[in-house]
């Protein structure tokens, strides 16, 4: 991506920070990192769904930074924002299962919001769960400007006993325990060992198939 004053790189952003009358709207930019040449890139917002409610989504924040490290190295203008992500692993069983399918209608909403808002160029959106990528999804398409999707990856397999665990074991361990089949030292040690960190988890389908 040439840096170049062409409307045709800049198609939105050029309404929003360009000619004397844009001056207030640069000077607020100028505030967040912009310098003088910024203003002639074409400007791609980094939807990040960086959080710390679920591993899935907690190591996010770093990908967003690489990847506006090779927006700007590319001669664009990265800008970094957020959305929420919520996980139905967690709140599975209790009444905040009904926030799961409609949260990716709120991740959409706020994706397009922003990026329709500030004028972006293109936009990067880095997801990794099962709300946050469709999410994600529908905002791009919506949206309808140069997009990418990054997968923030698979979270690692936790070990116990020699056998590899994930959310899922966790689940079934519980039934076994229900069913006299596990005592409660060995649900615990399922239970610490299943997640051992970042990642999407292996339960990544539940809220897509309706």
Not at 77 to 95: C, H, L, P, Q
Not at 123 to 135: E, F, L, S, T, Y
Not at 157 to 183: P, T, Y
Request: with cysteine; net charge neutral.
């Amino acid at each position: 991506m040439a840096h170049s004053d062409d409307h045709n790189t800049r198609t939105f952003s050029s309404l929003v920070v360009d000619g004397m009358e844009r001056a207030p709207s640069r000077a607020m930019l100028h505030a967040v990192g912009f310098k003088n040449e910024d203003f002639k890139k074409p400007q791609i917002g980094i939807a990040s769904t960086w959080s710390m409610v679920t591993p899935c989504n907690m190591h996010i924040n770093k990908l967003a930074d690489q990847a506006a490290v090779g927006v700007n190295q590319a001669n664009g203008k990265a800008v970094i924002f957020n959305t929420i992500t919520i996980s139905d692993g967690i709140s599975m069983g209790t009444e905040g299962m009904k926030y799961s399918l409609v949260s990716r209608e709120v991740i959409a909403d706020s994706i397009e919001t922003v990026v329709g808002c500030q004028g972006f160029d293109g936009v990067v959106a880095i997801g990794g769960c099962d709300k946050n990528m469709p999410g994600c999804m529908i905002a791009i398409s919506r949206l309808n400007r140069p997009a990418i999707f990054v997968y923030g990856g698979t979270i690692l397999s936790g070990c116990h006993n020699n056998k590899k665990l994930d959310v899922v074991s966790v689940f079934e361990a519980v039934g076994a325990r229900a069913n006299n089949k596990i005592d409660d030292a060995e649900l615990a040690a399922i239970e610490a060992k299943a997640i051992p960190g970042a990642g999407s988890c292996g339960g990544m389908y539940t809220a897509n198939t309706n």
